[in-house]
């Protein structure tokens, strides 16, 4: 993992506590439950937590003191499931002091390894994937009669559209609320395909109950997440079918992610509304006038570029070519003049040359992105890259690029920066700055961070701040 400024280049998270403080009814013992990987997983968390207070277990903020502990992990590349192996092994000695203690993996690394995380891990009892939670306290029930227990089956249909999720951690701020699960997209390099099963879309009337519950509850900005939120299409449920296949019923009854935006803007003008993630092939012209027509739909957009040459972007399945690229961050900049955009790269690809890592190194520096999150590639198990493709790239050649990568992205981000010194923008407060106890730190609608000396504001609240200074990472300014 590369640190750059304090910024860490990775948007996979790991090891983060969720913790719920609800009361919990004929409790029967606590869970800990430990997060890894993207936004998605953290918020199948919040409804893990629920599922499982629901049947009697509190979560607890450490290991030592539970009787149930989650590990809910990432497959996205080979050191996130390195980090979940470190942390099953740590925990090894925990389980001897303690042998009534039950040890579950969820998540992506469950779902692929399957019952093999049986044999491979002899401290866990338990491997769910998922699509299989609301079966938790089931399974949880029959480990405790001894037997080890495995549900990684997929659906097609499991959207978890009912369960509340609790709201753990987190800043009583903002919150995330999952739109959509899996992904149809089958990028060759990409193992999420096989993690989390086949697209489909959440029922919007429950999309907006939990928006307006979150807003009553005090939130003024909510993220709606899925792979590919601009393929989101509700047309009365079940596996995704494609618009041009609808009836005339279900065309006339179907929203998309435009329509999705749109409703949940409306909720209040107070309520911000943020995305991730977008695909390149499929974010609409419809989708930025939406963006365009309130001001409280952020703008900023994270679109994963992946590579900039199309050779390796066809490689790759991803869909679209550099000149595809281009002209939608042009359509970007033509409709959403102040948008900021943020991107994902992958360096070493399977045969790419050193002219084809330029064209990547081209691309960034002409879209001019805010920011990046910047991988070397890393091959997955049984994704098409690795069936059909030799991961033929040194690893120091991969390095090599990434660090280009990276040195490139730095420069631009505090380019970036440099141009908001002197501008005044609107900031919703999320409470003190990691560093100072005496400043707060909240984002402007391009999704950037500034920190502020905390004068009479409070947390929750818009303010206006002006940029006074700026590293690559942070804008640094004072109330007016
Ligand atoms: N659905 C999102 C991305 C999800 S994974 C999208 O399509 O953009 C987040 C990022 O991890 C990807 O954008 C990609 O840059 C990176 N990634 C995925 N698989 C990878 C692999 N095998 N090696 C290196 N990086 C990978
Ligand atoms: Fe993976 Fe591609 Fe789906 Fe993103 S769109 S989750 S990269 S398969
Ligand atoms: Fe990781 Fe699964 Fe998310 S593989 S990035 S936790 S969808």
Redesign the pocket.
């Known amino acids: 993992m590369l640190i750059s400024e304090n910024k860490v280049i990775d948007?996979t998270r790991q090891g983060e506590a969720t913790v719920l403080n609800a009361e919990v009814k004929d409790k029967k013992g606590n869970l800990y439950l430990e997060s890894y990987g993207?936004q998605m997983n953290f918020s199948d968390s919040e409804i893990v937590a629920s599922v499982m207070a629901e049947n009697g277990y509190a979560t607890t903020q450490t290991a030592e003191d539970a009787d149930v502990i989650f590990l809910n992990t990432c497959a996205?590349?080979e050191n996130a499931e390195q980090r979940v192996r470190k942390r099953l092994s740590e925990l090894k000695a925990l389980k001897k002091e303690k042998p009534h203690l039950m040890v579950g993996v969820l998540g992506c690394m469950a779902e692929r390894l399957k019952e093999k995380f049986l044999e491979e891990e002899k401290l866990v009892d338990l491997v769910v994937g998922p699509d299989a939670y609301r079966d938790l306290p089931a399974l949880v029930e029959r480990t405790e009669s001894g037997s080890k227990s495995v549900n990684v089956l997929l659906s097609l249909e499991e959207t978890y559209a009912d369960i509340n999720p609790v709201r753990l951690t987190g800043n009583g701020i903002s919150a995330f609320i999952s739109i959509m699960r899996g992904?149809d997209?089958m990028?060759s390099?990409?193992?999420?395909p096989f993690t989390r099963g086949r697209e489909r879309s959440r029922d919007p009337e429950s999309i907006m109950k939990e928006a307006r519950e979150l807003f009553e509850a005090g939130y003024r900005e909510i993220t709606l997440l899925g792979?590919?939120v601009d393929s989101y299409l509700w047309f009365g449920g079940g596996p995704k079918k494609e618009f041009k296949l609808l009836s005339d019923e279900e065309k006339a009854a179907s929203v998309d992610f435009a329509d999705l935006l749109k409703m949940t803007a409306e909720i209040s003008p107070e309520l911000r509304v943020r995305f991730t993630?977008s695909?390149p092939r499929d974010l609409t012209d419809k989708v930025l006038h939406a963006m365009a027509a309130y001001d409280n739909i952020c703008k900023y957009i994270h679109l994963?570029v992946?590579s900039g040459n199309t050779r390796v972007l066809s490689l790759m399945n991803r869909g679209y070519s550099r000149e595809w690229y281009m002209d939608r961050v042009e359509a970007v900049r033509r409709i959403l003049p102040d948008c900021a955009l943020s991107t994902?790269?992958?360096t070493g690809f399977c045969t790419e040359t050193d002219e084809e890592h330029k064209d990547t190194l081209s691309l960034m520096e002409w879209a001019a992105f805010d920011y990046s999150?910047m991988?070397?590639?890393?091959?997955?198990p049984k994704?098409p890259a690795e069936r059909k493709y030799t991961d033929d790239i040194p690893e120091e050649v991969k390095t090599a690029r990434l660090t280009e990568v990276i040195q490139l992205q730095n420069r631009m981000s505090l380019e970036s920066n440099k141009k908001d010194i002197g501008k005044v923008f609107e900031v919703l407060v999320e409470g003190p700055s990691k560093k100072s106890v005496d400043d707060f730190c909240g984002r402007n609608s391009q999704n950037k961070m500034i920190v502020f000396p905390k004068g009479n504001a409070q947390k929750g609240q818009y303010v206006k701040v002006k940029v006074n200074t700026c590293t690559s990472a942070t804008l640094i300014g004072e109330l007016v």
């Not at 390099?189 to 999420?192: D, E, G, M, Q």
């Open positions: 948007e993207c996205i590349r992904c997209n990028c390099f990409c193992v999420v792979q590919n993630t695909h994963p992946q994902d790269i992958i999150y991988f070397k590639y890393s091959e997955r994704t």
